[in-house]
């Protein structure tokens, strides 16, 4: 039986587990249809594609715009491991979601430059489609313009050439894009909801994504955010590629 690989980046398990059991939630996965790898502890198997129907890649608190010097071990593994996948993914326009970081990886696979220019405070913002964006299959009935939880040091300066833009902010030019008809990418995080954007901000606090004596500020402006459509997106890409 196929299943849906969800890979993390992300080295604390408390976040890890959450976001896990997030894109379980608001994808309607069934435990049977779901294999993970912690790619952060183990790197990136060698992997048969055709033992999936779909990857989706989660966050991280690892910067691609970080020098190569500074670096980690385990962050230089992680960026060789998604060059080769990304490579397959992208060859066989295989189903595939990356969610922030998973944006980042990809945006630097399609040789756009990943910077600081348009990073995003923790919090909720307004994603306007693009005209492609109001037909694509994951949104084609959505309002022109929806809510979504973002929180990033990085983005792509541009859309990646070949790609299609499918939605932007006000600040973030770039915050979703798909590469052929089943590549996606989302600068936010379609699994994003209060309680697990809570423990991303009591955990990352010192990681400079924001000053960290203004947590507790955030954490309450965040506890009024809802976003139905980011998880409807979510739900959508997984029913659409189900085995």
């Known amino acids: 039986m196929k299943t849906c690989l969800i890979i993390q980046l992300r080295p604390e398990d408390e976040t890890a587990d959450n976001e896990f059991a997030a894109i379980c939630n608001y994808g309607e996965l069934l435990p049977n249809e779901v294999t993970r790898v912690r790619a952060e502890q183990t790197g990136i198997p060698e992997l048969n594609l055709d033992d999936y129907w779909a990857i989706i890649v989660g966050g991280s608190p690892f910067d691609i715009s970080t020098p190569t010097a500074e670096k980690s071990e385990t962050q230089l593994q992680l960026e060789a491991d998604f060059e080769q996948l990304l490579e397959q993914v992208i060859t066989r326009d295989f189903p595939f979601l990356g969610a922030c970081s998973g944006n980042g990886l990809l945006g630097k696979q399609l040789g756009t430059p990943i910077s600081k220019t348009y990073g995003e405070p923790v919090g909720g913002i307004d994603m306007h489609l693009t005209p492609a964006g109001t037909i694509d299959p994951l949104m ?31 600040t973030c030019p770039v915050e979703m894009f798909r590469v052929g008809q089943n590549v996606y990418a989302t600068q936010f995080h379609p699994e994003g909801d209060p309680e697990g954007f809570t423990v991303r901000v009591n955990i990352y606090k010192h990681h400079g994504y924001f000053p960290p004596e203004t947590a507790d500020d955030l954490i309450a402006r965040i506890a009024g955010e809802e976003t139905p459509f980011a998880h409807e997106l979510l739900r959508r890409f997984i029913a659409r590629y189900r085995d």
């Not at 792509?156 to 932007?168: E, I, K, Q």
């Open 140 to 170: 084609n009935d959505f309002p022109d313009t929806i809510r979504v939880l973002v929180g990033h040091k990085e983005a792509c300066d541009y859309t990646p050439d070949g790609a299609t833009l499918l939605g932007y902010s006000d």
